[in-house]
């Protein structure tokens, strides 16, 4: 079936380092890809998305690249800050299917 | 308001009463989803609805979940029966049409729903 397969948490990092959160994903198909954020006490909220394979989706620093060949899209920021601290979702959704299949969700905490 | 709004944001009821969950969609977007966010997971959908009627039921887990939306704007959730393993998350999501994965899904705070 159609699934994503995200880095378990909980990340902790210290203000200004390097994130990496992985995703992989299956799926029958080309499927768009997105990376979706939930702050504290709010809902869920795009980040950023690709529709199709090579393509880079990007947003306040975050950057992800969908790789058909490693079926991946990574999450990336060269330097995070607090602000940043929340649950990031890898989701993925294909053409005609309604329903987007997300990941389990990966707490990062960013410490001042 | 600009986004999409839940009510209520917390509900509490007892094992077997019937709980209604209403989602108001941003205005003028045709397409509609509901998802269950159980703890430490990620949202797992439910339903879709393009304009008044459902699309797409099948992530519905059993027949004492049902979902309306008759003037395709305004939906909610019935959930008859409720059962201790139903305590989650429900969240509601609109975009401005359905039926292709390029459109964007709007997501609202979510019902907290706790069965006793």
């Known amino acids: 079936g159609n699934s994503v397969t995200q880095m378990e948490g909980p990340v902790t990092l210290s203000e200004e380092a390097f994130l990496t959160i992985n995703c992989t994903y299956t799926a029958t198909g080309y499927p768009s890809l997105f990376w979706y954020v939930q702050y504290p006490g709010e809902g869920l909220q795009l980040l950023l998305k690709a529709t199709k394979a090579d393509d880079k989706g990007s947003n306040k620093g975050f950057e992800a690249t969908y790789r058909k060949e490693t079926t991946s899209f990574h999450l990336e920021k060269g330097s995070v800050q607090v602000s940043d601290s929340a649950v990031y979702f890898c989701?993925?959704?294909?053409?005609?299917?309604?329903?987007?299949?997300f990941g389990a969700g990966t707490r990062l905490t960013v410490k001042p | 308001g600009a986004g999409v709004s839940q009510t209520p944001s917390n509900k509490v009821t007892e094992k077997g009463k019937y709980v209604e969950l209403r989602c108001d969609p941003i205005s003028g977007h045709t397409a509609l989803y509901w998802y269950r966010q159980s703890l430490g997971q990620g949202p797992e959908f439910l339903i879709y609805f393009q304009g008044t009627g459902a699309a797409d039921d099948s992530g519905l887990p059993n027949d004492r979940f049902f979902a309306v939306r008759p003037e395709g704007s305004v939906s909610t959730l019935k959930i008859q029966r409720t059962e201790r393993g139903d305590s989650a998350v429900y969240l509601c999501?609109?975009?401005?049409?359905?039926?292709?994965?390029?459109?964007?899904?709007?997501f609202g705070p979510g019902t907290r729903l706790t069965v006793l």
């Open positions: 999501a609109s975009s401005r049409q359905g039926g292709t994965q390029y459109n964007e899904q709007f």
């Open positions: 989701a993925l959704s294909l053409y005609n299917n309604n329903d987007m299949r």
